[in-house]
C-alpha cells in the first residue's frame, strides 16, 4: 500500500524556511518583501486561490498588495497597473491571477511582467532559462511536484519518468525540471500510442490532465512514485487526475487529492518571491 505524500505538511515545512528569509529580509533592509496580486472579475475558484495566497503571505512574514479589478476593466487600464507595480522598487513579485475575464489578452498582460518580478515563472525568459539550467523564477507547480518527490527520498537520477500531459503551466516545466534532475522523461499526451504500456514504464508517474480518474491501476508499474495534480469536480466532489484507491495498491507513494500538489502551488510562488527580493540586492 502506497505512503501518503501529505503536500500540506512539505508545505508548511517550506513555509517556515521562507518565514525565516522573510524576516531576515526585513531586518536588514528595513522592509517586508512585497508581492502584489492581481485579481480581475469574480471567477470564485480565483479568489479563493488569491485568498489562499493572501493568507501564505501572512503566514510567512512576506507583504502583499492586493488588486480586486472589475471584469470590464479595460485592457489598457490592467497595463498600466502591472507597469506602475514593475517600477516600484518595494513591489518583489507581481502576479496576475488566471483566467482573466474573455476580452483581456492574458499574454499580453503577461508580457508587462518583467522578468525579475515574475513570480510565476512563465514569461518567456525565465522558460528559456529553465531550458538552459539558468537561475530563474521557475513555474511553481512543477517546483511543487519536484519538492513533494524529493520528500520522499527516493532520488530522481536515473529513474524513468513519465509526465501525462503537456501544458506550458505544468506538463512542459516539470518535464525539463526532472530532465534537469538527471531522469529519463517522456512526456505523453493525446496523440500518445499505448498510452498506458508507455505509463506502466514509469519509477515517477506525473499526471496533469484534468480527466478525473483518468490513470487507472493497470497502467501503474509496481513500485511507483505518483503525483497526481488533477482537480476535477464531479457532481459535486473533488476527485484527481488519479483512480486513488485501486492505484495506492500498487504505488509505493502517492499525492492526495485534495491536499497533496495544491499546497505546494502557493508555497512555491512564496519562494519565488522570497528569491526574487534577495536577487534585488
Same mark, same amino acid.
Given at each position: 500500500?502506497?505512503?501518503?505524500?501529505?503536500?500540506?505538511?512539505?508545505?508548511?515545512?517550506?513555509?517556515?524556511?521562507?518565514?525565516?528569509?522573510a524576516?531576515?529580509?526585513?531586518?536588514?533592509?528595513?522592509?517586508?518583501?512585497? =508581492?502584489?496580486?492581481?485579481?480581475?472579475?469574480?471567477?470564485?475558484?480565483?479568489?479563493i486561490?488569491?485568498?489562499?495566497?493572501?493568507?501564505?503571505?501572512?503566514?510567512?512574514?512576506?507583504?502583499?498588495?492586493?488588486?480586486?479589478?472589475p471584469?470590464?476593466?479595460?485592457?489598457?487600464?490592467?497595463?498600466? =497597473?502591472?507597469?506602475? =507595480?514593475?517600477?516600484?522598487?518595494?513591489?518583489?513579485?507581481?502576479?496576475?491571477?488566471?483566467?482573466?475575464?474573455?476580452?483581456?489578452?492574458?499574454?499580453?498582460?503577461?508580457?508587462?511582467?518583467?522578468?525579475?518580478?515574475?513570480?510565476?515563472?512563465?514569461?518567456?525568459?525565465?522558460? *528559456?532559462?529553465?531550458?538552459?539550467?539558468?537561475?530563474?523564477?521557475?513555474?511553481?507547480?512543477?517546483?511543487?511536484?519536484?519538492?513533494?518527490?524529493?520528500?520522499?527520498?527516493?532520488?530522481?537520477?536515473?529513474?524513468?519518468?513519465?509526465?501525462?500531459?503537456?501544458?506550458?503551466?505544468? *506538463?512542459?516545466?516539470?518535464?525539463?525540471?526532472?530532465?534537469?534532475?538527471?531522469?529519463?522523461?517522456?512526456v505523453?499526451?493525446?496523440?500518445?500510442?499505448?498510452?498506458?504500456?508507455?505509463?506502466?514504464?514509469a519509477?515517477?508517474?506525473?499526471?496533469?490532465?484534468?480527466?478525473?480518474?483518468?490513470?487507472?491501476?493497470?497502467?501503474?508499474?509496481?513500485?511507483?512514485?505518483?503525483?497526481?495534480?488533477?482537480?476535477?469536480?464531479?457532481?459535486?466532489?473533488?476527485?484527481?487526475?488519479?483512480?486513488?484507491?485501486?492505484?495506492?495498491?500498487?504505488?509505493?507513494?502517492?499525492?492526495?487529492?485534495?491536499?497533496?500538489?495544491?499546497?505546494?502551488?502557493?508555497?512555491?510562488?512564496?519562494?519565488?518571491?522570497?528569491?526574487?527580493?534577495y536577487?534585488?540586492?
Amino acid at each position: 500500500m502506497a505512503k501518503i505524500i501529505d503536500g500540506k505538511a512539505v508545505a508548511a515545512e517550506v513555509k517556515r524556511g521562507l518565514k525565516e528569509k522573510a524576516d531576515f529580509f526585513e531586518s536588514k533592509y528595513g522592509r517586508k518583501i512585497c =508581492l502584489a496580486v492581481i485579481i480581475a472579475g469574480d471567477d470564485p475558484a480565483s479568489a479563493i486561490y488569491v485568498r489562499n495566497k493572501v493568507k501564505a503571505c501572512e503566514e510567512t512574514n512576506v507583504k502583499s498588495l492586493k488588486y480586486a479589478l472589475p471584469a470590464s476593466v479595460p485592457q489598457s487600464e490592467l497595463n498600466e =497597473l502591472i507597469d506602475a =507595480l514593475a517600477a516600484d522598487d518595494s513591489v518583489d513579485g507581481i502576479l496576475v491571477q488566471v483566467p482573466l475575464p474573455a476580452h483581456l489578452d492574458e499574454r499580453e498582460a503577461l508580457s508587462h511582467i518583467p522578468t525579475n518580478k515574475d513570480v510565476d515563472g512563465f514569461s518567456a525568459e525565465n522558460v *528559456g532559462k529553465l531550458v538552459l539550467k539558468e537561475e530563474c523564477s521557475k513555474a511553481c507547480t512543477p517546483s511543487g511536484i519536484i519538492e513533494l518527490i524529493d520528500s520522499t527520498g527516493v532520488e530522481i537520477e536515473g529513474k524513468r519518468a513519465v509526465v501525462v500531459g503537456r501544458s506550458n503551466t505544468v *506538463g512542459k516545466p516539470v518535464a525539463l525540471m526532472l530532465l534537469e534532475r538527471n531522469a529519463t522523461v517522456t512526456v505523453c499526451h493525446s496523440r500518445t500510442r499505448d498510452l498506458a504500456s508507455v505509463c506502466r514504464e514509469a519509477d515517477i508517474l506525473v499526471s496533469a490532465v484534468g480527466k478525473a480518474r483518468f490513470i487507472t491501476a493497470d497502467m501503474v508499474k509496481e513500485g511507483a512514485i505518483v503525483i497526481d495534480v488533477g482537480m476535477n469536480r464531479v457532481d459535486g466532489k473533488l476527485y484527481g487526475d488519479v483512480d486513488f484507491d485501486p492505484v495506492s495498491a500498487k504505488a509505493s507513494y502517492i499525492t492526495p487529492v485534495p491536499g497533496g500538489v495544491g499546497p505546494m502551488t502557493v508555497a512555491m510562488l512564496l519562494n519565488n518571491t522570497v528569491k526574487a527580493a534577495y536577487r534585488g540586492k
